[in-house]
């Protein structure tokens, strides 16, 4: 019985101590099971976080960038209206057919956008482009690169317009071709500019460069040799055969000379009437050159031309000058032409010796015109408008002198006013140019200037003379003298008194030639003067020279701030005035705007 005890009771505690690790065992497991959940709450803790973070970031990103994408599609519409505004923009499929056209072009060619989607681009071709143009441009193009060139295209109205136009292929990811985009710039006032100032550099009856492109290359080209030829007796042929067989022969013997030229270094230029200069750029000696226009000359002796049926021989005289330190070639060439044909000669190279013979007889015989133009009142004042930049309107007029001589030419002052005033005859010029233009202006409520020089302002007679015009005359605010001269002054008090004498009249006074000789700045607050003309030496070069433009607009902004006026002279072309206009100068004068007439516009 108690065996039996003992041994429950060790089953017990048995079973007890088994309990007992199965309890520990569990807690253990618990334990671990517990700590297992707590790792991988905070493990999804951390997870949740950095989902979050991410989340955050991304949101953060995908602002950024919808905010980007904003920016950038508004930056490009505003590209978009910046070229659409500036540019001419068409689009083609890959076969040419347009497919987009912007308001420019459809404004430059006249069409509607719905008359040119669909058509080809040969809409606008202008008839006179040659085809090669469009082959070589589809050329390139199918070639798949971009092609440039000025075209010349026609309106729907038929009108001519120039564009500069770039035309780039439009490929796919996988390198095809898909569209042509083509960007077109207008150019048509360039162009028309170009052709008019190459119209006025041209002789139209040949086509060959005449007297003004001469002078203008003479100043940037270093010309070796200068021949003038000119054809003998060339009026009689006129008077012979008319003047439509003489206008044919001049255009043979322009192509007949300009084909027997030998030197290959040469320009041949067409002067007026019958005269030709070929000049060279080859430096050769003496000797070479008088073979080379003597074998010239008598080639013309042997050649009989052919002109509606008719043969007519001509025969040439020539004068030439070399290239050793000679400043005036083309005056001196001229001079030995005078002198060939004085002798009778063929031909005659100039020398130094033949240069003061030449201006002494030329003095003379100017002398002679001068006097007989003053005893026949052949001395007339011309007309030059002066615009104002702001109304493009003629305002006032310079009256300018001119000489006719016996033949009815009229003569430029260049050519007689420094032979007049060392003869003494001067004075009587200015008094003429007086009396013609106040009687020109007397019954008109327009302003004029004329001009006087400092030999005019210190003649104490003929400023009494003046004095007594302005006292009779009617509008004396509307004259204007213009103060002429390049050298110094000597006495300031002179020029004062004038100038303030004129004022009690109210006359007004104008400094001509300003930013030369004496017309500077300090001369400003010397002579209280009412208008300024800003030297046209300056005013020619404004487009290409920085320093003209500095010059010009200095100038203005002191007149402005002594409230004088400013006159830009010297204003040969549009964009000449476009740029004084923008520099803010009052009024313009030249060529472009007007040439001097014998009478003004009413």
Same mark, same amino acid.
């Given at each position: 019985m108690n065996t039996e005890l003992a041994l429950l009771h060790k089953r017990l505690e048995r079973e007890q101590t088994a309990r007992r690790q199965a309890d520990t065992l569990l807690e253990q497991k618990s334990l671990q099971l517990w700590e297992t959940s707590r790792q991988l709450q905070l493990s999804l803790d951390e997870k949740s976080k950095e989902l979050q973070s991410l989340n955050t970031q991304l949101s953060i990103s995908l602002q950024d960038t919808s905010e980007e994408l904003d920016d950038n599609l508004s930056l490009l519409n505003e590209y978009k209206k910046a070229i659409d505004h500036s540019t001419i923009v068409s689009m083609t499929d890959k076969d040419g057919i347009i497919i987009y056209a912007n308001d420019a072009f459809?404004?430059?060619?006249?069409?509607?956008?719905?008359?040119?989607?669909?058509?080809?681009?040969?809409?606008?071709?202008?008839?006179?482009?040659?085809?090669?143009?469009y082959e070589n441009m589809w050329r390139i193009l199918l070639r798949k690169k971009p092609w440039h060139s000025v075209i010349k295209n026609m309106s729907k109205e038929g009108k001519s317009y120039y564009v500069d136009t770039t035309i780039t292929p439009i490929l796919d990811k996988e390198g095809k071709l898909k569209k042509f985009l083509a960007l077109r710039y207008n150019i048509t006032n360039a162009i028309e500019?170009?052709?008019?100032?190459?119209?006025?550099?041209?002789?139209?009856?040949?086509?060959?460069?005449n007297r003004t492109k001469l002078i203008e290359d003479l100043e940037s080209r270093k010309y070796e040799a200068i021949t003038i030829l000119n054809i003998d007796a060339f009026q009689e042929i006129n008077d012979l =055969?008319?003047?439509? +067989?003489? !206008?044919?022969?001049? *255009?043979?013997?322009?192509?007949?000379?300009?084909? %027997?030229? $030998? &030197?290959?270094?040469?320009?041949?230029?067409?002067?007026?009437?019958?005269?030709?200069?070929i000049a060279s750029m080859d430096s050769l000696d003496i000797i070479t =050159?008088?073979?080379? +226009?003597? !074998?010239?000359?008598? *080639?013309?002796?042997?050649?009989?031309?052919?002109? %509606?049926? $008719? &043969?007519?021989?001509?025969?040439?005289?020539?004068?030439?000058?070399?290239?050793d330190n000679d400043t005036n070639m083309f005056g001196n060439a001229d001079i030995a032409l005078k002198k060939a044909k004085?002798?009778?000669?063929?031909?005659?190279?100039?020398?130094?010796?033949?240069?003061?013979?030449?201006?002494?007889?030329?003095?003379?015989?100017?002398?002679?015109?001068l006097k007989d133009a003053i005893a026949n009142d052949r001395i007339i004042p011309y007309f030059q408008p002066i615009f104002s930049n702001t109304t493009m309107k003629i305002?006032?007029?310079?009256?300018?002198?001119?000489?006719?001589?016996?033949?009815?030419?009229?003569?430029?002052?260049?050519?007689?006013?420094?032979?007049?005033?060392?003869?003494?005859?001067?004075?009587?010029?200015?008094?003429?140019m007086v009396?013609?233009?106040?009687?020109?202006?007397?019954?008109?409520?327009?302003?004029?200037?004329?001009?006087?020089?400092?030999e005019d302002i210190v003649d104490s007679s003929m400023c009494t003379y003046i004095f007594q015009k302005l006292e009779s005359f009617s509008l004396p605010k509307n004259i204007i003298f213009e103060i002429t001269e390049s050298e110094g002054i000597d006495n300031y008090n002179i020029i004062k008194e004038f100038i303030a004498e004129v004022k009690t009249y109210g006359a007004q006074i104008a400094i001509d030639?300003?930013?030369?000789?004496?017309?500077?700045?300090?001369?400003?607050?010397?002579?209280?003067?009412?208008?300024?003309?800003?030297?046209?030496?300056?005013?020619?070069?404004?487009?290409?020279?920085?320093?003209?433009?500095?010059?010009?607009?200095?100038?203005?902004?002191?007149?402005?701030?002594?409230?004088?006026?400013?006159?830009?002279?010297?204003?040969?072309?549009?964009?000449?005035?476009?740029?004084?206009?923008?520099?803010?100068?009052?009024?313009s004068q030249g060529f472009y705007l007007g040439e001097p007439l014998p009478d003004i516009i009413e």
């Open positions: 459809c404004k430059i060619s006249g069409y509607t956008r719905e008359e040119l989607i669909g058509q080809n681009h040969n809409i606008i071709r202008h008839p006179d482009n040659p085809s090669k143009i500019q170009e052709q008019r100032i190459n119209r006025q550099l041209t002789d139209r009856l040949t086509g060959f460069p =055969y008319g003047h439509t +067989i003489g !206008d044919e022969l001049l *255009k043979n013997f322009t192509l007949y000379l300009a084909q %027997n030229l $030998n &030197e290959k270094n040469c320009t041949l230029y067409k002067l007026p009437a019958d005269e030709f200069v =050159y008088k073979k080379a +226009i003597s !074998d010239l000359i008598k *080639k013309f002796d042997r050649y009989l031309f052919h002109i %509606n049926g $008719n &043969e007519i021989h001509v025969s040439i005289t020539g004068g030439m000058s070399i290239r004085l002798e009778k000669v063929p031909f005659v190279i100039f020398d130094k010796t033949m240069q003061e013979k030449e201006r002494y007889a030329n003095n003379q015989a100017m002398l002679k015109s305002e006032k007029y310079e009256t300018l002198i001119r000489m006719v001589d016996d033949k009815g030419k009229i003569i430029s002052p260049f050519f007689f006013l420094e032979i007049a005033k060392k003869s003494r005859i001067y004075r009587q010029l200015t008094k003429i009396e013609k233009s106040f009687a020109k202006f007397k019954d008109k409520n327009i302003e004029f200037s004329i001009n006087l020089s400092i030639d300003f930013g030369s000789g004496y017309s500077n700045f300090m001369h400003l607050l010397e002579l209280k003067v009412d208008y300024i003309k800003i030297d046209g030496s300056i005013i020619k070069n404004i487009i290409e020279d920085r320093n003209s433009q500095i010059l010009t607009k200095a100038i203005f902004t002191v007149a402005k701030e002594l409230n004088i006026k400013v006159i830009a002279e010297y204003v040969s072309t549009e964009a000449i005035l476009n740029a004084v206009k923008a520099i803010g100068v009052d009024h």
